[in-house]
């Protein structure tokens, strides 16, 4: 059987492939040449991560697949509920990235609350010629510990970004619509370890009373933060997406920041992905990645595990 990784896998999920005698391939076929490629080589699972939209008409122009599997967690990207009207396994690997996602999390906020994104902006060009005032100007950073911040979608990804927190002395507070509690099980080198149990925030309370506010969220149709939820969110404070693009209004971000009413934000994923409005990409409060939340070895290659696993599992 042929599977087509058309956004990648990782050595390790290809060798498990390969050894249960699964033939793997990587050519990048564009979007609308993947029907045609599909049938013409008799694929039978075809493997994507965010780059490849699997739409109606692509599931329709395929009759041999078997499986749709998404390198990560949502599966926005696909028809998920057609796909499976059709009779097609969807797969994804919900629990391998979340490590990776919830540190980038904090390195975008580390980075943030001392000035780090533009501090590497401007050494380069006047760090030999303007050192101590640009030493004045990012002396006025702040710690993390003691603070608070709010994680909204407490899923997978948002419990790791609580952990973390946690272990910096924040304060964690969590708006999700699942479930009211959630025990957080914090585990330490030497195989100590703590539980923490949290208790879910009304939307409003948690804008109101963090001093970070971090998305965790699948895509949604309308903004979730728009122009109401920032006014609610605190004087100075700061926001992360690493969710999905259009989660955010982006617009009226920019005038949060314009205006001082946020004192930052950082963005991994963006309304007009992939490519993005200049005005982010220019803004000097913002903190910029290139949608990397995943994009670790180690969760690439949990990742490619992952799936394979699930192949297998499914088809032998």
Known sequence: MKVLANDGISKSGIELLEKNSFEV???????????????KNNVTVLLVRSATQVRKDIIDGCNGLKIIGRGGVGMDNIDVDYAKSKGINVINTPAASSKSVAELVFSHLFGCVRFIHNSNRDMPIEGDTHFKDLKKTYARGSELSGKTIGIIGFGRIGQEVAKIAIGIGMKVLFSDKLFEEQE??????????????LTSSKIDFLLKNSDFITLHVPGTEKYLIDKKEINLMKNGSGILNLARGGVVNEEELLKALDSDKLAFAAIDTFENEPKPKIKILMNSKISLSPHIGAATLEAQDRIGVELAEKIIETLK
Do not use: G, M, R, W
């Open 184 to 197: 957080i099980n914090i585990q330490f080198f030497d195989n100590q370890k703590v539980n923490f149990k």
């Open 25 to 39: 391939e990587f050519t990048k076929v564009a979007q609308e040449q993947l029907p045609e490629y599909i049938n």
